[in-house]
T-cell receptor, first 115, second 109 residues
């Protein structure tokens, strides 16, 4: 347990399904992030929320929709995904900006498979 | 563009020493992180360097040379549990983390 909890751990969904990933942190951090991790590729930053405000959207397709109702919770809503969206989706939190305090604390991720 | 380079995979023997290198070209520099990630688990913080030199923390040490855009992670007295991926990440001038693709370290008995 890292202090950042992600559910579900595994998700298999069809291309026409709608599902949501959930992330929760109680570390008192003020920033939360969604990352996509594909095999042998660098972590891809998707969205950043700082004090509940979205500060970054790295040209992510609209089939991914983030929601941050408060500074402890972060959701990623998924709709009509493509097989190439299959990956590990990691949530992280930090004190913004990241630094000596340990950078980001990551959740264990959701392994998503789109069929 | 911004770029972080690290070897894709390395193999080492239990009890030995291994050095994982990371070179970077980024717009500005505000520190470098090393993370460890076991398969199917969250990346976990190992070290943070912002000044040149060597930081030692038990069996793990991390070195930084800002003038060369270079860092390494040194693992001593390797144990089987050290088999994992090691991720290098640089904080750029906008305080964004730029990530390498990770180095998969395989430890053999």
């Amino acid at each position: 347990e890292t202090g950042v909890t992600q559910t579900p751990r595994h998700l298999v969904m069809g291309m026409t399904n709608k599902k949501s990933l959930k992330c929760e942190q109680h570390l008192g951090h003020n920033a939360m992030y969604w990352y996509k991790q594909s095999a042998k590729k660098p972590l891809e930053l998707m969205f950043v929320y700082n004090f509940k405000e979205q500060t970054e959207n790295n040209s992510v397709p609209s089939r991914f929709s983030p929601e941050c109702p408060n500074s402890s919770h972060l959701f990623l809503h998924l709709h009509t995904l493509q097989p190439e969206d299959s990956a590990l989706y990691l949530c992280a939190s930090s004190q913004d900006p990241p630094g000596q305090t340990g950078g980001y604390t990551f959740g264990s991720g959701t392994r998503l498979t789109v069929v | 563009g911004q770029n972080i380079d690290q070897p894709t995979e390395m193999t080492a023997t239990e009890g030995a020493i291994v050095q994982i290198n990371c070179t970077y070209q980024t717009s500005g520099f505000n520190g470098l992180f090393w993370y460890q990630q076991h398969a199917g688990e969250a990346p976990t913080f190992l070290s943070y360097n912002v000044l040149d030199g060597l930081e030692e923390k038990g069996r793990f040490s991390s070195f930084l040379s800002r003038s060369k855009g270079y860092s390494y992670l040194l693992l001593k007295e390797l144990q089987m549990k050290d088999s994992a991926s090691y991720l290098c990440a640089v904080v750029d001038s906008n305080y964004q983390l730029i990530w390498g693709a990770g180095t998969k370290l395989i430890i053999k008995p």
